[in-house]
T-cell receptor, first 116, second 115 residues
Framework: DTGVSQDPRHKITKRGQNVTFRCDPI?????LYWYRQTLGQGPEFLTY????????KSRLLSDRFSAERPKGSFSTLEIQRTEQGDSAMYLC??????????????FGPGTRLTVL | QQQVKQSPQSLIVQKGGISIINCAYE??????FPWYQQFPGKGPALLIA?????SEKKEGRFTISFNKSAKQFSLHIMDSQPGDSATYFC??????????????FGKGTHLIIQP
């Protein structure tokens, strides 16, 4: 399968614990995005990488959220000191970039986080 | 601030009918408007997208109509089939910054096609 993959698919944690999610983009894509989707809502943009550079992080929900893409390939999203309000689906997307007229973002299946 | 407003929230259409979903945006800097389809437990998948320099784009049974002056765009699904039952999201972004702001999504429309 050559699509975007995310791991784990489901994560249950207790309030106050730290969690980390991984995203593997489509191999030739240099852009990688993280979104959060709560029940009944559209995905909400969190952050974006161009290769290993994080070009937009002001939309991360709080300083408890951080993301890395150390070698410009896979990325991780970490949430520290989780709260019940962090329960959501966390989606990763990747795109090839460079297009003047289009830049299709391909989404992974998401990681469902439940904070007890 | 909700920059992309989508309606209706839910829609029931008979098989073979036309499904119409509408979106309105506020940020005039948006210049890329995709529609995504999402099935339960899956990530969104791109259906069709349009730039504001055209008023309509058609791909198979899916058509986007775009009204730049009204800041509105809509998705039409012709000959709707039960397999089209899903949640549909409109979205907007800014190019050629390459989508650096990410996509701004509407709240979604839950579409049910009745056999």
């Amino acid at each position: 399968d050559t699509g975007v993959s995310q791991d784990p698919r489901h994560k249950i944690t207790k309030r106050g614990q730290n969690v980390t999610f991984r995203c593997d983009p489509i191999s030739e894509h240099n852009r990688l995005y993280w979104y959060r989707q709560t029940l009944g809502q559209g995905p909400e943009f969190l952050t974006y990488f161009q290769n290993e550079a994080q070009l937009e992080k002001s939309r991360l929900l709080s300083d408890r959220f951080s993301a890395e893409r150390p070698k410009g390939s896979f990325s991780t999203l970490e949430i520290q000191r989780t709260e019940q309000g962090d329960s959501a689906m966390y989606l990763c997307a990747s795109s090839q970039g460079g297009g003047l007229y289009t830049d299709t973002q391909y989404f992974g299946p998401g990681t469902r986080l439940t904070v007890l | 601030q909700q920059q992309v407003k989508q309606s209706p929230q839910s829609l029931i259409v008979q098989k073979g009918g036309i499904s119409i979903i509408n979106c309105a945006y506020e940020n005039t800097a948006f210049d890329y408007f995709p529609w995504y389809q999402q099935f339960p437990g899956k990530g969104p998948a791109l259906l069709i997208a349009i730039r504001p320099d055209v008023s309509e784009k058609k791909e198979g049974r899916f058509t986007i109509s775009f009204n730049k002056s009204a800041k509105q765009f809509s998705l039409h699904i012709m000959d709707s089939q039960p397999g089209d039952s899903a949640t549909y999201f409109c979205a907007a972004s800014i190019l050629p910054r390459g989508g650096a702001d990410g996509l701004t999504f509407g709240k979604g429309t839950h579409l049910i096609i009745q056999p």
